[in-house]
T-cell receptor
Framework: KQEVTQIPAALSVPEGENLVLNCSFT??????LQWFRQDPGKGLTSLLL?????REQTSGRLNASLDKSSGRSTLYIAASQPGDSATYLC?????????FGAGTRLTVKP | NAGVMQNPRHLVRRRGQEARLRCSPM?????VYWYRQLPEEGLKFMVY????????ESGMPKERFSAEFPKEGPSILRIQQVVRGDSAAYFC??????????????FGQGTRLTVV
């Protein structure tokens, strides 16, 4: 059974810092991995999708990497802004399965 | 192409009543997932359905909860005899397939169920 873990559970940084969020998964037989953002009381917004054959994806200030063999993904946020404050979740998709980590709650202080 | 549509957005039920949550996947998507998010907790998988089939319901409570995805119409998550512990946000996601390149999942805005 796939287990997805996100570390840290919470992170607080001053504005302008670069930061890394971590996601690990136990079964490397995945089709893809997605990073989502969730604002308080809101739905989920897809940020980046990495296919199993890819190693990274970039969108603006976000860069996500995938190392399938070690069961790890990182989400790198450059030059963080207060508007980046949210919960970030990773989800892995495998056969008949899409599982989420518990999320990292990010606070960027002005 | 509208996104994943969930309704209602907010639902209030008294203990013992039934709650019906609807999810219309994106056009062309035949895979639907339901997740529950309890206050201050992460998303928990409940059930994965394809048209007219339940593929994986390992996350569904054994009693009172059921889900369907008929050939026509939205997917329905049904909770019978609701209790206060059922109060949560319920999210639905859809994807066109599991395998292959076009497997990105899209989420609805969720239904927030409050049991009073």
């Amino acid at each position: 059974k796939q287990e997805v873990t996100q570390i840290p559970a919470a992170l607080s940084v001053p504005e302008g810092e670069n930061l890394v969020l971590n996601c690990s998964f136990t079964d490397s037989a995945i089709y893809n991995l997605q990073w989502f953002r969730q604002d308080p009381g809101k739905g989920l917004t897809s940020l980046l999708l990495i296919q199993s054959s890819q190693r990274e994806q970039t969108s603006g200030r976000l860069n996500a990497s995938l190392d399938k063999s070690s069961g790890r993904s990182t989400l790198y946020i450059a030059a963080s802004q207060p508007g980046d404050s949210a919960t970030y979740l990773c989800a892995v998709t495998a056969v008949n399965d899409m599982r989420f980590g518990a999320g990292t709650r990010l606070t960027v202080k002005p | 192409n509208a996104g994943v549509m969930q309704n209602p957005r907010h639902l209030v039920r008294r203990r013992g009543q039934e709650a019906r949550l609807r999810c219309s996947p994106m056009k062309g998507h035949s895979h639907v997932y339901w997740y529950r998010q309890l206050p201050e907790e992460g998303l928990k998988f409940m059930v994965y359905l394809q048209k007219e089939n339940i593929i994986d319901e390992s996350g569904m409570p054994k009693e009172r909860f059921s889900a369907e995805f008929p050939k026509e119409g939205p997917s329905i998550l049904r909770i019978q005899q609701v209790v206060r512990g059922d109060s949560a946000a319920y999210f639905c996601a859809s994807s066109p397939s599991i395998a292959g390149l076009e497997a990105e999942a899209f989420f609805g805005q969720g239904t927030r169920l409050t049991v009073v």
